[in-house]
């Protein structure tokens, strides 16, 4: 004779073993099982912005050159001496033989540009511009200028309206006008006729009386 708790137990066992298999079935991937899409990752490179070419004076085009407080075009005031040749393209060397202290450019329809160096220091002290050979008024169209648009060849007029704290100043032989940025550095401006004819970059309020002699 079978007893009560025996004959109640088997089913239970069965229901256990069955659950247990429908779980691994649902673990294993069996039919009916869902499986997650693949993700797809997705790089981005940023592209770098290219840093800008820096631009220089135009030494084809002296024209376009700025005088500057201390510098006209490429040429600065402290700089070697011996290294400007290699920016003054649109030039020729004048240097006389008579005072091989000025090294001196020129070119047809451009004021020259002259470096005095008398005591033989090989740097740039000043930069002389000049309408050397030839009317200021013939200069005024090919000159390099301030950035107020003053170059040889402009009136006395256009560069006293452009530089209302311009002075006055007392040379050797003539007045001349002078402006400064407070630093130290100085453009200096020599007029005839009312015609600007020289601009000289140097660290001082001075037009030297003569270059060669």
């Not at 673990?27 to 820096?54: K, Q």
């Not at 005088?67 to 040429?75: A, D, K």
């Not at 000159?143 to 311009?166: H, K, M």
Request: net charge negative; hydrophobic share 40%; charged share 15%.
């Amino acid at each position: 004779m079978m007893s009560f708790t025996r004959a109640h137990r088997r089913p239970v066992v069965t229901a256990l073993a069955i659950a247990g298999a429908l779980a691994l079935a649902g673990c294993s991937g069996g039919a009916g099982a869902s499986t997650p899409a693949p993700t797809e990752t997705v790089t981005t490179t940023a592209t770098p912005t290219p840093s800008p070419t820096p631009t220089g004076p135009d030494l084809a085009d002296p024209a376009s050159w700025i005088v500057s407080f201390t510098g006209v075009g490429p040429i600065e005031v402290g700089a070697p001496i011996e290294g400007t040749a290699s920016f003054m393209t649109a030039f020729t060397v004048a240097t006389q033989e008579a005072c091989p202290w000025v090294t001196a450019y020129a070119a047809d329809g451009l004021p020259s540009v002259w470096l005095p160096d008398p005591q033989s220091t090989g740097v740039v002290n000043q930069i002389v511009l000049q309408a050397w050979g030839g009317p200021a008024s013939a200069a005024v169209a090919s000159s390099p200028t301030t950035a107020e648009g003053v170059g040889v060849g402009s009136t006395l007029e256009e560069l006293r309206a452009a530089y209302p704290a311009l002075t006055e100043q007392q040379g050797k032989y003539a007045v001349f006008y002078a402006v400064t940025d407070d630093a130290g550095h100085w453009i200096n401006f020599s007029v005839t006729d009312d015609l600007v004819d020289g601009i000289v970059v140097r660290d001082e309020a001075k037009i030297d009386s003569e270059y060669c002699g």
